[in-house]
């Protein structure tokens, strides 16, 4: 038998730690809905997320990092690491200061940006929306410090190091955790014969735990800096060939960044005017959609990049057409069934999970579902996205992520007039699907040979639907009197047997990458 493949390894390491980390996300959402539920007041602090989130995501979380990776490679392998590392200290420095100054920006302008007819939640209360902008400025100190933390686990990963940036987002999530158990509890929570102490701080712990994570997530990775002799340089070199390729690569990163987080937004406006429990609903059936899709398409997208970027600047356009096709084989295989398997199965532990009542068990639900659909598109996004910037093309991810907002607005607009919230989350769903699309028509047409797809999603659909007809007779027809919770677990497992003994080829491709 052959042994892995690096990718493989590397893909697999990603996804064990990504795996612990939306289970402890999935803890802190249970701890969060028992002690809040669907309330007003959850709603608050989850929309008062998203401009904090938006800046991070703009500025070092998404913008520079995808942007930085190639470029930092192709300066690792022709220069070497002190070159690396003045590039690295250029841009962050860079980036430390512009987050800075739009988190100053955002700060004074809180109000007009939640209150505002197209701001963040012109439907809630004027009590809702004070407190949502106490919290969102309240928040901009975590993006401060993920400002240079996102920009550290983008070198790491240049450096082909991915155990402390793995490691990050569980301590990440450990921080929140201790604020929903000991900082937001007016009394303390009761673990066995163990009663925690309690700070009494409400919804605002939880933002506090948010910044304590923050932290955690920055101070893990300091010793791989130290690993890879980091030496920081007190400058910003805007000249430098380099510095000038990542803002380039940057520009068109940021306008695709732009609108792809302006869906979110869009997303939570709507929802603000369907009632309390809409956003919560969308913000955890978008939790439970993404457990799948960051094991998945995350993942495998998140290994490949260095990889792909270095193949790019050796030329070696048919090893990248190959491990490309054998990914997206992988991820098509993968994602409808379990899509399908956890539609039929998840409401008797949503329910179970949250302590929530039938009604809002089912809204969870709905909302899960229509997200579900959209799990091959999204992870396919990850990996075509991915694709494009290791060949420093942003142009084209760039005119994607503008037409999925355009998509996606229209077809919510309409479908939550049908289905409530469950309609923005397929209006997500469908429109992501089409950007999946788009990326792969033209990497097909711009690298050399064929992608050979069919055969893997035929049998990627066969093993969606046995494995969803499994679970949905072990919990509607096994004459055996169980809790609904260990029947669903009991169809779902079942389910995945089925599906994987359909899907063993694409299984075999996984470890060889």
Not at 112 to 141: C, H, K, S, W, Y
Not at 239 to 262: H, N
Not at 309 to 336: H, N
Not at 379 to 392: K, N, T
Request: aromatic share 8%.
């Amino acid at each position: 038998m052959k042994k892995m493949s690096r990718l493989t390894r590397v893909s697999l390491l990603i996804a064990v730690f990504f795996a612990v980390d939306k289970g402890l996300g999935v803890l802190r959402q249970l701890i969060i809905g028992r002690q809040f539920g669907l309330s007003a007041e959850l709603d608050v602090f989850n929309a008062a997320n998203n401009l904090p989130d938006m800046l991070f995501a703009l500025i070092s979380g998404g913008a520079l990092a995808i942007a930085f990776i190639p470029i930092l490679s192709e300066v690792l392998t022709k220069q070497g690491k002190i070159a690396a590392w003045k590039l690295f200290s250029s841009i962050a420095n860079l980036a430390f200061i512009v987050t800075l100054t739009f988190s100053i920006i955002v700060s004074l302008l809180a109000g007009p940006l939640v209150r505002g007819e197209l701001g963040i939640a012109p439907g809630f209360t004027p009590e809702q929306q004070n407190l949502a902008i106490d919290l969102m400025r309240l928040n901009l100190i975590s993006t401060l410090i993920f400002s240079l933390s996102g920009l550290v686990m983008a070198s790491l990963q240049a450096n082909q190091h991915f155990l402390y940036p793995a490691i990050a987002p569980i301590l990440y999530d450990l921080g929140q955790i201790f604020g929903a158990l000991i900082l937001a509890p007016a009394e303390g929570i009761n673990i066995g014969p163990v009663q925690l102490p309690a700070f009494g701080l409400g919804i605002r712990g939880l933002v506090y735990g948010v910044i304590i994570g923050a932290v955690l997530h920055l101070a893990i990775q300091i010793p791989g800096l130290i690993k890879f002799k980091f030496k920081w340089f007190a400058h910003i070199d805007l000249r430098d060939a380099e510095v000038i390729k990542v803002l380039k690569l940057m520009g068109p990163r940021l306008l695709s960044m732009v609108f792809i987080q302006l869906v979110y937004l869009a997303r939570d406006n709507l929802a603000s005017r369907l009632g309390t429990g809409a956003v919560t609903s969308l913000t955890y059936g978008w939790l439970i959609m993404q457990v799948p899709e960051t094991l998945l398409g995350t993942a495998i997208a998140t290994a490949l990049l260095p990889t792909l970027s270095e193949l790019v600047v050796k030329e070696a356009w048919v090893e990248i057409k190959r491990i490309i096709t054998r990914a997206t084989q992988v991820m098509i295989a993968l994602a409808l069934p379990i899509c399908a398997i956890l539609s039929f199965g998840l409401l008797p532990i949503i329910q179970l999970a949250f302590g929530f009542e039938q009604a809002d068990a089912q809204m969870v639900l709905w909302a899960s579902q229509a997200y579900l659909i959209g799990v091959l598109g999204h992870s396919l996004v990850e990996l075509g996205v991915r694709s494009f910037y290791a060949r420093q093309n942003a142009r084209i991810p760039l005119i994607g992520s503008a037409f999925t907002l355009v998509i996606y607005i229209a077809i919510a607009v309409g479908l939550m007039q049908m289905l409530g919230a469950s309609g923005i989350a397929l209006a997500n769903s469908i429109s992501y699907t089409i950007l999946a699309v788009f990326l792969y028509y033209i990497l097909n047409r711009s690298l050399p040979g064929k992608m050979t797809l069919g055969p893997s999603f035929l049998r990627s659909l066969l093993a969606a639907i046995l494995g969803g007809l499994a679970v949905w007779l072990t919990t509607n027809m096994l004459p055996i009197q169980l809790a609904p919770v260990f029947l669903s677990i009991i169809g779902m497992s079942i389910g995945v047997i089925v599906a994987a003994f359909i899907i063993r080829k694409e299984l075999k491709l996984l470890l060889h990458l």
